[in-house]
């Protein structure tokens, strides 16, 4: 795995949206897999940026989110595609019909979990999958214990999860206690994977990620078992890693 550590979250997304334009730039028809949560959106900002400068073109990219709370339509301000459709895709050239989102606002959810899977495939799968981290360790909506053969499904989320996204829900609804997400399995297939971690609060997930056992009580700890990984942290995200001097000195080997 890669380590990078920055100063400060802007350097943090600056890198990122590096990482995804230049996937973009040499494959027009990039697949990427999209995440949700605080952590990506300074990233979105900067990738906005990006296009509006003219560096980078969206018009035959595709995408996969991770993840959507189950039973929430998609034009709830609670929604996952309501998040992307304002964060990032209105502001991009990025076809609205190549961009999906779970739609886990159906009678046949499962069919629904199957299909996401199906449509992956028949994109030539995943080339550059970015991740959040959870405070518990969960990428996606995978909570610990799940499997790391686990493919798109519909999940229930730990109570520490809805308490960590409860400011990030607008209005009303009612219970959102569960959601669909890619599984572990799923994530481990993309080609390439860049994992944001920001912030103390994230700082024990990240070591237990990085420098602890495999382990299904760490989802993020699969990682470990791809092999193009990247993961960009800020200082106070990777404060806990016993090894830090050692990935300092790495980065330096980073293009
Ligand atoms: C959410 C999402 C994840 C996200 C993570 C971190 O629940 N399902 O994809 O990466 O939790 O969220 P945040 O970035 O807001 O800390």
């Not at 709830?76 to 739609?103: D, G």
Request: a neutral charge.
């Amino acid at each position: 795995m890669k380590i990078a550590i920055y100063d400060n979250a802007e350097q943090v997304a600056e890198q990122a949206a590096n990482i995804i334009c230049r996937t973009i730039n040499s494959k027009a028809n990039t697949v990427l897999g999209l995440a949700t949560g605080r952590t990506p959106l300074k990233t979105y900002q900067q990738l906005i940026k990006s296009h509006k400068q003219g560096s980078v073109d969206f018009s035959q990219v595709a995408s996969f989110n991770l993840d959507e709370y189950l039973g929430v339509k998609p034009d709830s301000h609670n929604s996952y595609r309501f998040f992307m459709n304002e964060n990032l895709f209105r502001h991009i050239n990025i076809k609205l019909e190549n961009t999906a989102v779970p739609c886990s606002d159906s009678d046949k959810v499962n069919q629904t979990c199957h299909q996401y899977e199906q449509q992956i495939k028949q994109c030539g799968g995943i080339d550059l999958q970015l991740l959040g981290l959870g405070s518990n360790g969960h990428i996606g909506f995978n909570e610990p214990s799940s499997s790391f053969a686990s493919r798109t499904r519909v999940v229930a989320l730990a109570s520490s999860t809805l308490s960590d996204n409860s400011d990030l829900l607008t209005t009303q609804e009612q219970a959102i206690d569960k959601a669909i997400s890619m599984g572990i399995a799923t994530i481990l297939e993309s080609k390439e994977i860049v994992i944001i971690a920001l912030g103390k609060a994230k700082a024990q997930a990240v070591a237990l990620a990085i420098e602890g056992a495999l382990s299904a009580s760490c989802p993020a700890s699969c990682l470990q078992m791809h092999g193009n990984v990247t993961w960009l942290l800020d200082q106070e995200a990777s404060s806990l890693l016993t090894q830090k001097r050692y990935y300092q000195l790495s980065q330096q080997l980073l293009a």
